[in-house]
């Protein structure tokens, strides 16, 4: 079957930056038709990049914005969230029966917030496919929506990691988090909240000074403690650029 334009847009604009007039003289057609089809391509995920009137496709995605928060609107209260990581999602050993009773937990204890740091789903790689029960960047995607648990007043906020999820990333040129996060959209749940790639900062600010606390998915690899990957990673931040409370997936 032929390649669709989107599809040949992809492979072209991997290759480097193009201008919307230098791709629409590559597949002789008109420049409106290219815009199409890069909306279209925007609409699937695509991680475009736009410089000086010209796009690619990126594997690589900008650091986000921090969220700031106003602490002053916190003075006298006690911050609780739930955390956790390293689902996978779409994997046969995914346990939705500790995931689920996690969720419970907080339910009862009233927490509204929790904080998810990277391989929510096991993305799709050679060693792995014989692994998964869902397939393909649609099918992990909507696995993912359909079982993360729902309790009512709960929002999860998810960052990305490099792995697994980041596979999308790195092969297919798909920003994977906010894939995730339309894709919840689409399906009806807006308690999904993607915050961005490998890590994200949040700022409590007040009126003099500001606390971060981060949220990161490490690298992989083994190491001889548990500890050791999250020690080297606070030993490796310049003066000024540790977090007062550092959250470390993977």
């Not at 089809?37 to 986000?64: R, T």
Request: with cysteine.
């Amino acid at each position: 079957m032929k390649p669709t334009l989107e599809q040949q847009l992809v492979v072209v604009m991997k290759k480097g930056r193009k201008t919307l007039e230098q791709l629409s003289d590559h597949f002789n057609v008109g420049v409106g038709t290219i815009r199409q089809a890069i909306d279209s391509l925007h609409k699937q995920g695509i991680n475009l990049h736009v410089l000086e009137n010209a796009i690619m496709v990126s594997d690589s995605i900008p650091k986000s914005t921090p969220t700031i928060i106003d602490a002053k609107s916190l003075v006298g209260k006690k911050i609780r969230f739930g955390l956790t990581s390293d689902n996978h999602l779409g994997s046969r050993y995914y346990r939705a029966d500790v995931l689920n009773a996690l969720f419970d937990i907080w339910a009862n204890e009233g927490i509204t917030d929790v904080y998810q740091c990277g391989n929510m789903i096991d993305g799709e790689a050679r060693f792995n496919k014989f692994d998964l029960v869902a397939h393909g960047i649609d099918g992990q995607s909507a696995y993912f929506v359909e079982n993360w648990p729902v309790r009512k007043g709960i929002t999860t906020h998810f960052v990305t990691g490099d792995d697994h999820e980041g596979w999308y990333i790195q092969r297919e040129g798909i920003n994977i988090g906010k894939f995730l996060e339309d894709r919840a959209k689409e399906m009806g749940r807006k308690d999904l909240h993607y915050l961005g790639h490998m890590e994200h900062d949040l700022v409590f600010q007040g009126t003099k000074q500001k606390s971060v606390m981060r949220l990161i998915h490490a690298g992989g690899g083994s190491a001889y403690a548990t500890s050791y990957a999250p020690q080297k990673i606070v030993e490796s931040y310049q003066g000024g650029e540790k977090p007062q409370i550092l959250l470390v997936g993977h």
